[in-house]
């Protein structure tokens, strides 16, 4: 018995990364998984995985910039398996963050537009197709990913911080207005994961600086993300909502100066 057995599970931006490890997670639990991506041969792959594995997968292409494909989406999953219980909002316009989200003063308000529409709106659209399905059905469990970046200030990206900290408000508004309906709206925060995209944006200096301001002698895998989605979809949490778990190896848990005082302890 797995513990997601039989629900019926959308992943966003599942066909790399964090995405794809919650995936292949969600169905190893038992969950009939979409396997949502823009790349869709990306997602096609990992369908093809987790089917080998003997698990229950759609590829479905979405473009979260656009409000049709994300409503498209949700449809094809209702279509194919008859209902929506999890919706994991995990894709984000990573490519945006890496290279062209500039410091405030820098900023190109075009790259800010692109960011909100992908990350925030098509967030809340795929939350408001995803809806009228969990009632109808009971109840359900959304998962928002947003990130330590919209908890605390950085140096750079400051459109993606600010999108990743309205999801966390859309989070409690969206517990605060379903809940009398049995659909449970909860968040992520991840800190720095190891995936392709944070090898992008984040080697050497910059990767040492990260493991020196951990709690943990590792940096975050994608496998410690999907554990959290698994618990915050299933009826282990059943009591919990509106809320935002910290997957961040203790980044934020700590006194700013603790890294330099343990150096010099």
């Excluded at 500039?102 to 529409?117: F, G, H, S, Y």
């Excluded at 600010?162 to 449970?184: C, E, P």
């Excluded at 944070?198 to 496998?223: C, N, Y």
């Amino acid at each position: 018995m797995g513990r997601l057995d039989e629900k019926i599970t959308v992943v966003t931006g599942a066909a790399s990364g964090i995405g794809a490890a919650t995936a292949r997670r969600v169905a190893a639990e038992g969950a009939h998984t979409v396997v949502a991506d823009l790349n869709l041969d990306g997602a096609k792959a990992v369908t093809e995985e987790i089917r080998a594995a003997g698990g229950s997968a759609l590829a479905v292409q979405v473009d979260l910039g656009d409000v049709e494909s994300v409503r498209a989406m949700v449809e094809a999953t209702v279509q194919t398996y008859g209902g929506l219980d999890v919706l994991d909002n995990n894709a984000a316009a990573t490519h945006l963050a890496a290279h062209q989200d500039l410091a405030v003063a820098e900023a190109d308000p075009a790259v800010w537009d692109d960011t909100m529409r992908i990350n925030l709106r098509g967030t809340m659209v795929a939350i408001q197709a995803a809806v009228p399905h969990m009632i109808a059905r009971g109840g359900g469990s959304i998962i928002n990913t947003s990130s330590c970046s919209g908890i605390a200030g950085d140096l750079r990206n400051p459109a993606y911080g600010a999108s990743k900290a309205a999801i966390i408000n859309l989070t409690k508004y969206v517990a605060t207005q379903y809940g009398k309906q049995s659909v449970r709206c909860n968040a992520i925060a991840p800190g720095f994961i190891v995936t392709p995209a944070s090898d992008d944006s984040a080697h050497g200096a910059i990767r040492e600086a990260m493991l020196r301001h951990h709690l943990t002698p590792r940096l975050g895998l994608p496998e410690d993300v999907a554990s959290a989605v698994v618990f915050l979809a299933s009826d282990e949490s059943v009591f919990i909502t509106g809320h935002t778990l910290r997957v961040d190896g203790g980044l934020l848990a700590h006194q700013p100066y603790v890294a330099d005082l343990r150096d010099s302890m």
